[in-house]
């Protein structure tokens, strides 16, 4: 971590900039990273205060001030677009992000957030009580609004992991925020977002209930909202699974969408339209499963890129003498740039560590699927 802010996944993938809720800290986003960081480079900002992030400044401060936070960050790292996800707080610069600097946000997830959220003057009684009390004094009652009833009792180590945020967040950052929010009305900005957006609400959530979820996205354009069933305010928390899955759908498009434009690139337009003429009740929920898994979770991971992954493939059908398989990735293998002569070295290699009679069979299948014209394919 440096000044306030988390680096992980591949240099190469997209950016997604994370933006993480009043009290918490970019731990929050831990059970979405290993989903998240396999497919872009995550960049966890926490806001002043909060976290590793120190105050440069004593409160009020503004949404506006908060949102040139983090591009500076951005700016620093040469970031120059990314995605945003931001929750609560978090969610509210995100939303001034996509409608003051368009060009900057390609696609944008608000979760448990809304355009506005008075009145101001409970966010000045609360910033009040915190710096006279402490964060800590408000423990008890957030926990009972950013979780359900009941969840903290069988979870207690997520207590005591909120709770850590929350002490570990300056008294001044965290009462500059408060006033932040209670100054904030977004609701006249939101119509110059142009970025695919994604609402999600907490179906349980206290705080931004998902009525008041909706009324912010309805001034959106063209975004979309999810509400996330048996969760509060910290929903991605309470229910990693479902959000991961509805914030990994919005920015990388549904597993199913994914895998079948990998598909169609990969083994052709011929072969995935036989096979959908062929495609019956008895093996629909078969091919569905390996397009959603094996095409749209796989071979869209960007640790490899999809020529690497033909040879892999190659090498395995080789070596499990699978031919019919073999014949379509080699195939595939040509349309992700595999020359002639590079086809011939991956069986080489392979006949190494998986055997000669594998490779000779190999061998034999590649030479005919070479000869043919790619245009009948």
Excluded at 2 to 12: C, F, R
Aim: aromatic share 6%.
């Amino acid at each position: 971590m440096s000044n306030g802010y988390h680096i992980d996944g591949p240099a190469e993938a997209p950016v997604l900039v994370m933006l993480n809720s009043l009290g918490t800290a970019a731990e929050m986003w831990d059970p979405q990273m290993p989903a998240l960081a396999a497919r872009f480079r995550v960049i966890r900002i926490e806001h002043r205060g909060h976290g590793g992030n120190r105050p440069p400044a004593p409160g009020p401060y503004s949404i506006s001030e908060l949102g040139a936070d983090v591009l500076e960050v951005c700016g620093t790292l040469g970031v120059d677009r990314f995605s945003v996800c931001g929750l609560s707080l978090g969610g509210m610069v995100a939303m001034w992000l996509a409608a003051n600097h368009p060009e900057r946000v390609e696609s944008l997830v608000v979760a448990c957030s809304a355009a506005e959220l008075g009145p101001a003057s409970g966010w000045r009684e609360r910033a009040a009580a915190v710096r006279n009390e402490g964060t800590l004094a408000l423990g008890p009652t957030l926990l009972g609004r950013w979780f359900t009833p009941g969840f903290i009792d069988g979870r207690p180590q997520v207590g005591e992991s909120v709770l850590g945020m929350l002490a570990a967040a300056s008294t001044e950052g965290y009462a500059g925020c408060c006033e932040a929010i209670g100054a904030m009305d977004l609701r006249p900005e939101l119509g110059r977002i142009t970025a695919p957006a994604l609402l999600i609400a907490g179906a349980q959530d206290p705080v931004t209930p998902p009525a008041k979820v909706l009324e912010t996205q309805q001034l959106i354009p063209g975004s979309a909202m999810v509400v996330i069933a048996h969760a509060a305010h910290l929903a991605n928390i309470e229910q990693p699974t479902a959000f991961t899955a509805a914030v990994l759908n919005h920015l990388a498009g549904m597993a199913s969408s994914r895998g079948e434009a990998v598909r169609r690139a990969v083994l052709g337009d011929a072969h995935v339209n036989r096979s959908a003429d062929q495609a019956s009740a008895f093996n629909a929920g078969f091919v569905d499963m390996i397009t959603r898994f094996a095409w749209g979770e796989i071979w869209t991971r960007p640790g490899l890129d999809r020529k690497t992954r033909s040879a892999i493939t190659l090498a395995a059908l080789t070596a499990l003498g699978h031919h019919g398989e073999l014949e379509l990735h080699l195939r595939g293998a040509i349309r992700n740039g595999w020359s002639e002569e590079e086809i011939a070295e991956i069986l080489m290699h392979t006949a190494v560590y998986a055997g000669v009679p594998a490779a000779n069979a190999a061998f034999a299948v590649a030479k005919r699927i070479l000869s043919e014209d790619p245009s009948d394919w």
